[in-house]
């Protein structure tokens, strides 16, 4: 996952830098700067797994 796809899967959830970055247990200025693509993405897969999971919860309320 790129910085930008982060920034488009977390934008469609409605969420913000922070809430992200709450759920991965990481702080919202290392998040953003990530997204920003300053650095590399180094918890790829933890933040995919954040995307499906919000993805499933959205998709079980509706």
């Given at each position: ?32 700067r ?29």
């Open positions: 996952m790129t910085s930008e796809e982060a920034r488009r899967t977390r934008r469609r959830a409605k969420l913000t830098q922070a809430q992200v970055a709450a759920a991965l247990k990481i702080s919202t200025f290392s998040y953003r990530w997204e920003a693509g300053q650095v590399p993405l180094p918890y790829e897969r933890t933040i995919l797994d954040v995307f499906e999971a919000i993805d499933t919860l959205k998709a079980h309320d509706q």
